[in-house]
């Protein structure tokens, strides 16, 4: 039995299927507290059968790398009662010949974006979340990179627009990208949240110059041929074409990735992407 | 017999050695018409035997992707006769039989620093070079990253340090990394060229303000372990120690590989990083 399971910070999926993302059964239910939210996957995946492989898409941040010592457990997270708990450690427990794959949110929805999305068959992919946070999981040369930790592409600096003065909301560095750009920094700065404001407010050039810059960022660190930008904001105002836009003004016709339009896309799985990039977890 | 090549903008060094970064034998000489550089690195070659395997380490931007049909081409550069010109074709006329592995010069140089010099066993490492441009090569989870095309890290686009109203250098962007802290943009800024500015003059602290923006878009892309900064530039001004202080202000305690001090660092390998990697590349 394959299984996978995709933590996110609201709501759990847990889930059967196969490795090339096909769903055969799911149960959501809401995130509580950790070692609850854990029991309730393994209940749920007892009562079908034994997993021989688990793919997990975790929030982060979360040591993904499978040889540093703390692999399995939640960082240091607002999220109460998460910060130190081992994921990994209750699914070794309840099946102790689990193989288990674990990846950030963001990456496993990147990988089933790239796979069978709106990157399909693209070795150098980008998907990038805009909700309560900004995150994004990057597939380069057909790898999810992690790096020391993993990406965190939300707390990237960008050069402000000008006469923005907004001071951002993110509680470590005020105006990075997900200071200036989330949900409730969309929220805070215009009153409204994002889903109410017209595709013709302002909101959205502001949201496109942050989105641009931070693209940019990526062509120029590990370049994308593609770039998903998907979460709860993203379906507003035209986003994907005012940021494309946007983006090949700055590019000033310096990177030929990007020029291959369209390069910047709204996700072709929604909800699912996560949880069958989870399961594909375990065939990589 | 072993061989390595590297292409720099204005000097070209052909030698021979091991896949683990020994030189045995180094000739060095100007970059002039692409043909004729390329026939002189044929000819010494030729002088001592035929080479089994060469590593090339090249200026950019250049097809390194060996699945595109022009892979070994110079891309579109400013600098004259060269775009279009294939590298790896010459070389295989001259040795049927070699195996090539093409690289970018700053890719190269990161894989030395990581493998035996100031990174040594590290898997996630950066090299940045500040020149006449500011490049550099990124090994992420033990891979040297390319994407899309390869990393173009001068290009990236910083918030500008408060009261800095210098229009920057780059033809393409005018404030991007490079346009503000390369050699010529200090030149042009400070009136004086990089070497002859005391360590206590303003532009190190303008410098490392770049620096430490642009790392912290690495941070949040391809979390280095490390990051090691050279080219002539980097020689001045304690900028290695500055950059480290204002990127730990900047990270405000987010990303935990950066406090692993010292982060940001000098190389060990001076000018033999980029030689002793393309000899390294024949063995990856």
Redesign the interface.
């Known amino acids: 039995m394959i299984a996978a399971l995709e933590l996110g910070g609201t709501k759990t999926v847990v889930a059967i299927g196969k490795s090339d993302g096909t769903l055969n059964e799911e149960h959501r239910y809401p995130t509580t507290d950790p070692a609850e939210t854990l029991r309730q996957a393994i209940e749920w995946l007892t009562e079908r059968g034994t997993p021989e492989a688990i793919g997990i898409a975790a929030f982060g941040p979360v040591q993904i790398n499978q040889t540093a010592g703390n692999w399995g457990k939640m ?1 240091p997270t607002p999220k109460p009662r998460w910060t130190g708990f081992s994921i990994t450690s209750p699914l070794l427990e309840a099946f102790p010949k689990v193989r288990i794959t674990l990846e950030t949110d963001v990456n496993a929805a990147c990988l089933a974006e790239a796979r069978i999305g709106a990157a399909e068959g693209l070795d ?1 992919v980008v998907y990038i979340t805009i909700g309560t946070g900004i995150g ?1 999981g ?1 597939l ?2 057909g ?1 999810l ?16 627009k000008a006469g923005d003065d907004f001071a951002g909301t993110c509680p ?2 005020g105006g990075c990208l997900e200071g200036m750009a989330c949900g409730p920094a969309i929220e805070k700065r215009w009153g409204q949240p994002a889903h109410e404001l017209p595709p013709e407010h302002a909101a959205w050039d502001t949201e496109a110059w942050y989105l641009a ?1 931070g693209i ?10 593609r770039v998903v930008i998907g979460g709860g904001v993203s379906q507003a105002g035209r986003l994907h074409e005012k940021t494309e836009q946007l983006l090949l003004e ?8 990007a020029m291959n339009s369209p390069y910047v896309v709204p996700p072709m799985l929604g909800q699912l992407a996560g949880i069958k990039g989870a399961l594909m977890l375990t065939g990589v």
Chains 1, 2 share one sequence.
């Open positions: 960082l150098n994004a990057v380069c040369d790898r990179l992690h790096g020391a930790l993993h990406p965190e592409f939300g707390h990237v600096l960008l050069p402000r470590f560095h810059h940019l960022a990526l062509l120029a660190i590990a370049p994308p041929e700055l590019a000033g016709g310096y990177f030929p990735a």
